[in-house]
């Protein structure tokens, strides 16, 4: 049974790496304060060391480290993972959001940064982790009310939390479940991705348009023959995007 909202955050672990130890005390305190249980490295391939001892829900992931960064940390733990990781970054220009996204990560914050916002974004995607993905997968009930889109041959199971093509399963995260399972509920829709955002990710949309197309992108790559002319995620230009009603 999925625990209320209250209850869930005393079973969530949390691993912070960044080796720029005052900020990882730091970012403890304020996840300690507000019940999750925290866990530390200095690099990367610290990280991937206690991924394989412990039980991890959330990862914050700084960029720039010594021996193993965190682009590559990312990219090696999304080969078998789909935990939510938030990338922490001094850079922060476009390309920079985008490349890091691009690798992996689920959201992207530049130093400095609130810790405020921080513990608001990691409640977030926990959520979305919790409700959308893979936690549920690996062992809670299904949630009441719980359906299967399809279009085609894709299948989205919401009680099983799991996609399907052509009746193999396609491994995603939970926010591109998300976005699959709200465009395929209402597909031959069309949504901008002001929508898609605040409709997925469950907060207002701050100029949402790298973050939605990014991962957009990564979803035609699982799910497309040729992402490049694609049979259900369309872009209809200059408004947004509409999963195609097949």
Same mark, same amino acid.
């Given at each position: 049974?999925?625990?209320?909202?209250?209850?869930?955050?005393?079973?969530?672990?949390?691993?912070?790496?960044?080796?720029? =130890? #005052?900020?990882?005390?730091?970012?403890? $305190?304020? /996840?300690?304060?507000?019940?999750? !249980?925290?866990? %530390?490295?200095?690099?990367?391939?610290?990280?991937?060391?206690?991924?394989?001892?412990?039980?991890?829900?959330?990862?914050?992931?700084?960029?720039?480290?010594?021996?193993?960064?965190?682009?590559?940390?990312?990219?090696?733990? =999304? #080969?078998?993972?789909?935990?939510?990781? $938030?990338? /922490?970054?001094?850079?922060?220009? !476009?390309?920079? %959001?985008?490349?890091?996204?691009?690798?992996?990560?689920?959201?992207?914050?530049?130093?400095?940064?609130?810790?405020?916002?921080?513990?608001?974004?990691?409640?977030?995607?926990?959520?979305?982790?919790?409700?959308?993905?893979?936690?549920?997968?690996?062992?809670?009930?299904?949630?009441?009310?719980?359906?299967?889109?399809?279009?085609?041959?894709?299948?989205?199971?919401?009680?099983?939390?799991?996609?399907?093509?052509?009746?193999?399963?396609?491994?995603?995260?939970?926010?591109?479940?998300?976005?699959?399972?709200?465009?395929?509920?209402?597909?031959?829709?069309?949504?901008?991705?002001?929508?898609?955002?605040?409709?997925?990710?469950?907060?207002?949309?701050?100029?949402?348009?790298?973050?939605?197309?990014?991962?957009?992108?990564?979803?035609?790559?699982?799910?497309?023959?040729?992402?490049?002319?694609?049979?259900?995620?369309?872009?209809?230009?200059?408004?947004?995007?509409?999963?195609?009603?097949?």
């Amino acid at each position: 049974m999925i625990k209320p909202e209250g209850e869930r955050e005393s079973f969530m672990n949390i691993l912070i790496c960044d080796d720029d =130890r #005052e900020i990882v005390e730091a970012i403890e $305190i304020y /996840l300690k304060s507000e019940g999750y !249980d925290t866990f %530390k490295a200095y690099d990367g391939q610290e990280a991937l060391q206690i991924l394989e001892s412990q039980t991890i829900h959330l990862i914050i992931m700084d960029v720039m480290m010594p021996r193993m960064n965190g682009m590559v940390a990312t990219m090696k733990i =999304r #080969e078998n993972k789909n935990i939510p990781i $938030i990338m /922490l970054s001094a850079k922060s220009e !476009d390309y920079d %959001k985008i490349t890091g996204l691009n690798a992996g990560a689920d959201d992207y914050i530049c130093k400095p940064f609130n810790p405020l916002e921080l513990v608001a974004r990691v409640k977030s995607q926990l959520r979305r982790y919790v409700d959308l993905g893979s936690l549920n997968k690996e062992g809670g009930s299904a949630q009441a009310g719980a359906a299967v889109y399809k279009t085609g041959s894709l299948v989205i199971d919401d009680e099983q939390k799991a996609v399907t093509l052509d009746g193999e399963s396609v491994t995603v995260t939970p926010i591109e479940f998300g976005i699959l399972k709200f465009l395929t509920k209402n597909a031959g829709r069309v949504f901008s991705m002001d929508q898609i955002y605040e409709a997925v990710w469950q907060e207002p949309a701050y100029n949402p348009g790298n973050t939605v197309s990014v991962h957009i992108r990564r979803i035609r790559e699982k799910i497309e023959i040729n992402p490049k002319e694609p049979k259900y995620i369309k872009v209809v230009w200059g408004i947004g995007y509409k999963i195609e009603k097949l």
